[in-house]
């Protein structure tokens, strides 16, 4: 049986053009201009795309998934559920669950959780720590994406900061180095002084003042002096400011490269009065120079991945200051219909977002035959549509937590459709919970 999504804008690989994708079991078996004629043959299903935009499904290279051991803010079913909704249909997890995933029997066993909850693809990074750079050579290359380093977490034992660990992790690691990049040193003395100020926890406004741009930029001069030095492959996570972006090449997907997250490219220091610490994140939402210089990189090539650091917490643990609230917010569900209304704003082109949010994962990290809309490739696919208001209410979020800094927020793109190896994950407002996923492959 074949599933012919006919007459929808196909966007791909830099071009945009009026087309058919016929889908054939899992893979796309043709990406070609409409054709009068293809009309569908006998138990073939025809998807009318008239006045839709037809992607690749979106790669979202960082989550928090919060599974094992905090599964009372997320979990795999629920925020892949909230994935499929947004159009993403493929996730990299990160390391800081319970146990942290910094063993090998940690990693295998997100994998089986996985194999049983997610309604979308997966994968997950390998942490690192200051002592575990044993375990690198024994990582199957083809299954994981890459190794997660904390230079700057207060995440239990994930904080590498000791300099010969560093070194280790960079000369021996073989596959991508992801690093979150903050200086912790300096991070507590800014606590330290404005604890003093303001008493034990101070106000959220402060808190881009205490994990600081001098604590971005020092840490990710450092990462990138350690990738050179070791000739290795950085992906610096989440990055928040102009001078970080000073450091960036531009167009070195296989060198050196930079993730943006959505929040980043939303919010700034002036959103912090209306919604306080929902939008407390690690690293810090800085100011709006900042926030506009990210977005003049995702079009010159400084930025090479957008992604969410999609990161949920019950509502109840964002309540308090910069020391208190959690970090973190939930965002899977609304990062393709926020980077749309970029492009509505002109930030970005149609087919520049492609590049960030699905082409350019899958080259950084050599996913296998996911990212484009290829003959053979995995039919992996999002179907939107413009011109679409809906608005952001609590019965609207599929996510665990509830809550989103984007409720109230009305958005004028839809998505309508997911499809997922070929299967309609996601039909207008319903996500299939019998699907599930496939473990993605690379290399």
């Avoid at 979308?120 to 200051?130: D, E, L, M, P, R």
């Avoid at 205490?210 to 492959?233: G, M, Q």
Wanted: aromatic share 8%; glycine share 8%.
């Amino acid at each position: 049986m074949k599933t012919i999504i006919k007459g929808g804008t196909i966007v791909n690989e830099g071009r945009s053009f009026v087309g058919d994708v016929v889908i054939h079991g899992e893979k796309i078996e043709s990406v070609m201009p409409s054709l009068p004629q293809l009309d569908g043959v006998g138990e073939d299903t025809v998807i009318d795309a008239t006045g839709c935009y037809v992607l690749p499904g979106i790669i979202d290279d960082h989550v928090h998934f919060r599974e094992p051991g905090l599964v009372e803010k997320a979990d795999i079913e629920s925020e892949s559920r909230a994935a499929a909704a947004g159009g993403v249909t493929s996730f990299f997890d990160m390391p800081n669950t319970v146990p942290q995933t910094t063993t090998l029997e940690a990693l295998e066993e997100k994998f089986r959780l996985a194999a049983q909850k997610s309604h979308v693809n997966y994968s997950f990074f390998f942490g690192a720590t200051n002592n575990n750079t044993d375990l690198f050579g024994k990582l199957d290359e083809h299954r994981i994406p890459g190794i997660k380093l904390f230079m700057g977490s207060s995440t239990g034992n994930m904080l590498v900061d000791r300099e010969e660990a560093l070194d280790k992790i960079f000369s021996e690691a073989r596959l991508p180095i992801m690093a979150h990049c903050e200086d912790t040193a300096i991070i507590n003395r800014n606590m330290k002084e404005f604890k003093e100020r303001f008493g034990d926890d101070p106000p959220v406004w402060t808190h881009p003042l205490i994990r600081s741009e001098e604590a971005c930029y020092e840490s990710t001069a450092k990462a990138i002096e350690l990738a050179v030095r070791h000739n290795a492959r950085l992906h610096i996570a989440h990055i928040t400011t102009q001078r970080e972006l000073e450091l960036i090449p531009a167009n070195c997907l296989h060198t050196i490269t930079a993730e943006a997250t959505v929040g980043y490219l939303l919010f700034s220091m002036v959103d912090y009065e209306q919604l306080g610490a929902k939008i407390k994140v690690n690293p810090s939402i800085k100011n709006f120079s900042d926030k506009q210089a990210l977005r003049d990189g995702l079009m010159d090539g400084r930025i090479s991945v957008v992604a969410t650091d999609h990161a949920p917490h019950l509502l109840s643990q964002k309540e308090g200051g910069a020391a208190r609230a959690t970090s973190g917010m939930p965002m899977i569900q609304f990062s393709l219909v926020t980077m749309l209304e970029l492009v509505d704003e002109g930030v970005l082109t149609l087919e520049r977002l492609v590049e960030l949010m699905a082409h350019n994962p899958a080259r950084i990290f050599e996913v296998r035959e996911r990212g484009f809309l290829r003959p053979g490739y995995q039919a992996d696919l999002v179907v939107v549509r413009p011109h679409s208001p809906w608005t952001v209410t609590p019965d609207t979020i599929e996510s665990k937590c509830g809550w989103s800094p984007m409720e109230g927020h009305t958005y004028q793109w839809k998505v309508e459709r997911t499809f997922c190896n070929g299967h309609l994950i996601y039909n207008n407002g319903v996500v299939d919970r019998i699907y599930i996923g496939q473990p993605i492959r690379f290399r």
